[in-house]
């Protein structure tokens, strides 16, 4: 296992850090929860970030943190679907084009998997301001998942979930419909 600095990381793969903020600042406008300040990419920890109000619902509050996953996800593979068919399905006969959408799939949906600060402000959605026992118990095991995931980045396991939304999911669908 080797040892890539995180700022590396997300200057090659870019375009998903600006996806992933695009999602929590859309996700902000959709449910009406003020947005007071934007970067989507900068050369720095973090890489991007997105100052926000506070949500009226606790589940407001997990939507707009959780927004990436589902924007970054369903993008990547939407972008790479086609160039992964014809990797796959035609030996290998890919063009740039093709790299390039794979690349931009792979680096999109692997920055899919929310922040520890995203999975914070949802703790705080639920926790100490009267929240159900229903609702803890739903966010509870999701902010959990986040932390594991944010610890399973040191072993790459954001990008493998990047391959496998881009590359595997087409195989797969591929396979299935064969």
């Not at 929860?33 to 506070?54: M, S, T, W």
């Not at 790479?80 to 959408?101: G, H, K, M, Q, T």
Request: with cysteine; glycine share 8%; net charge positive.
């Amino acid at each position: 296992m080797f040892f890539i600095p995180g700022s590396v990381i997300a200057a090659v793969t870019f375009p998903g850090v600006v996806i992933h903020e695009l999602a929590h600042q859309l996700f902000c406008r959709f449910l009406k929860v003020p947005v007071y300040q934007v970067c989507y990419f900068r050369f720095g920890n973090p890489a991007g970030y997105v100052v926000h109000g506070q949500a009226r619902t606790w589940v407001h509050s997990v939507l707009v943190g959780a927004g990436p996953f589902f924007l970054n996800s369903i993008l990547g593979a939407i972008l790479a679907f086609p160039s992964a068919l014809r990797v796959f399905e035609f030996d290998n006969a890919s063009s740039a084009l093709d790299n390039i959408l794979i690349w931009l799939g792979v680096s999109i949906a692997m920055h899919a998997i929310p922040s520890t600060g995203d999975a914070k402000s949802m703790w705080q959605a639920v926790s100490g301001n009267g929240a159900s026992i229903l609702a803890k118990l739903i966010v509870a095991p999701v902010v959990g998942l986040i932390y594991v995931l944010a610890v399973g980045s040191v072993f790459w396991l954001d990008l493998i979930y990047g391959i496998g939304v881009s590359l595997a999911v087409p195989k797969v669908i591929v396979a299935m419909l064969t």
